[in-house]
């Protein structure tokens, strides 16, 4: 898999945990539901696991992917940029890290082969 559709993927998993967690806790923000850090993070960072797995090389690039996809379905369910957006767009980064983190476990899980 190229890092381009990675990346095309991690948006669009990043847009679909910000949904989910919005829809599911009745709230426009996903910040201010607890099944976003609950349920949408981890899971979030298990797909980006996936994909380090599937497109190694790319880590940066499908967490900061999960970043946008997450930042377009919260300004897209707001319909507006907001005077909080500095402070959104930080926590965004910030939680970009462990996406990072789990991209670049299934990066070394598949450049360390299969178990012997």
Excluded: H, K
């Excluded at 948006?11 to 945990?17: E, F, H, M, T």
């Excluded at 910030?94 to 983190?101: C, E, Q």
């Amino acid at each position: 898999m190229t890092g381009a559709v990675a990346g095309a993927l991690a948006a669009a998993a990043g847009a679909a945990a910000w949904i989910a967690a919005s829809a599911l806790s009745g709230r426009n923000e996903a910040f201010d539901a607890p099944e976003y850090f609950a349920i949408g993070v981890p899971a979030l960072a298990a797909a980006c696991g996936l994909l380090g797995y599937a497109a190694p090389g790319n880590p940066w690039t499908i967490a900061l992917a999960a970043a946008a996809g997450q930042l377009a379905a919260m300004i897209v369910r707001s319909g507006e940029i907001g005077s909080l957006f500095p402070l959104g767009l930080l926590f965004l980064l910030l939680l970009a890290l462990p996406n990072y983190v789990a991209a670049r476990l299934g990066e070394r899980l598949r450049r360390r082969g299969p178990a012997r």
